[in-house]
């Protein structure tokens, strides 16, 4: 039986490259000399911590981070934004890295599989989704409607067998 799972999983490497070049891009800049801009990562909490003097300097250096994360092939559908807090003269904005699958995330998927009416199981499997089925053409199917799928949140597909 053929089979395979669905996942969100960013390259935490990658988005350490992402920061490191977006930090040395702000330092270089011109309209951010003088600044308190920075970009702080936790790689524990999957989390990074923007830091600006206004609201004009931290959109712009979300800019330049996205940027660098495209640039690196970070999918920036992975990224849930928090509410920008004033903490006495300077802004904060907390930007979540997603791994892994919400269980309403799961639950979208799933429908979704269901409605495609093609013979296969899937079950949620903590973080990810395992989907078996007795063709690989019908795994090829669904690998391709879910990609044309345009859903929310990122996905890719793992352990296909």
């Known amino acids: ?14 988005v350490t490259n992402g920061v490191d070049q977006a930090m040395r891009e702000i330092g270089n800049r011109y309209d951010f000399r003088g600044s308190n801009c920075k970009i702080s990562l936790d790689k524990d909490r ?4 923007i830091t600006a ?3 004009y300097k931290m959109q712009t250096t979300i800019d330049i981070l ?10 920036v559908k992975s990224l849930i934004y928090g509410s920008t807090e004033p903490t006495g003269k300077l802004l904060k904005k907390e930007i979540t890295v997603q791994q892994g699958l919400s269980k309403e995330q799961s639950k979208k998927i799933n429908l979704y599989i269901k409605s495609t009416k093609i013979k296969v199981q899937s079950q949620v499997q903590n973080d990810s989704i395992r989907v ?6 019908d795994l090829q199917t669904l690998m391709k409607n879910i990609k044309d799928q345009s859903f929310d949140f990122d996905i ?6």
């Open 66 to 75: 996205l940027t660098k994360l495209i640039k690196r092939s970070v999918p």
């Open 1 to 14: 039986m053929a089979s395979f799972d669905i996942v969100c999983e960013v390259n935490m490497q990658e």
């Open 46 to 49: 999957f989390s990074l911590m």
């Open 53 to 55: 003097d206004d609201e």
């Open 132 to 137: 078996n089925g007795k063709k690989k053409d």
């Open 156 to 161: 890719q597909f793992t352990n296909y067998r």
